[in-house]
């Protein structure tokens, strides 16, 4: 991983929770953080909310998340990775890239009440 990476990864997740309001994106996802200011928020969204994803501050060397929620675009939590030995979920990036090729889609269990 290049130097420039894990900086840009760094500045995003510095930068993101003060820069970054809540809901996140087009569809008003709040992902893992609803009810919670983004300086309480220990995700950092995509420009979309789509993906949600959580470091420790080794991880920021690498790049790499510990965990990525991807939630759909009515805000239903569709997939969850945790990063391990293995991964929980390897096809979360193909479910994100489904999502945003998409229309707002229940993909995720419903959110609301029947």
Sequence with gaps: MSTALAAGALATLALAPSA?????GPGGIEGPCRGLTPAECRFVPSADGIEWKSYS??????????????YDK???LAC????GAPP?????PQIAALIRALP???IG????SS
Excluded: D, R
Aim: aromatic share 6%; hydrophobic share 35%; net charge neutral.
């Design 57 to 70: 501050e080794a991880s920021l060397s690498t790049g790499q998340a510990l965990q990525t929620n991807v």
């Design 80 to 83: 969850v990775n945790h990063i």
């Design 109 to 112: 269990p419903s959110t609301g």
């Design 74 to 76: 009515t805000g239903a």
């Design 88 to 92: 929980t979920f390897k096809m979360c």
């Design 20 to 24: 970054q309001a809540y809901p996140v």
């Design 104 to 106: 707002p889609l229940p």
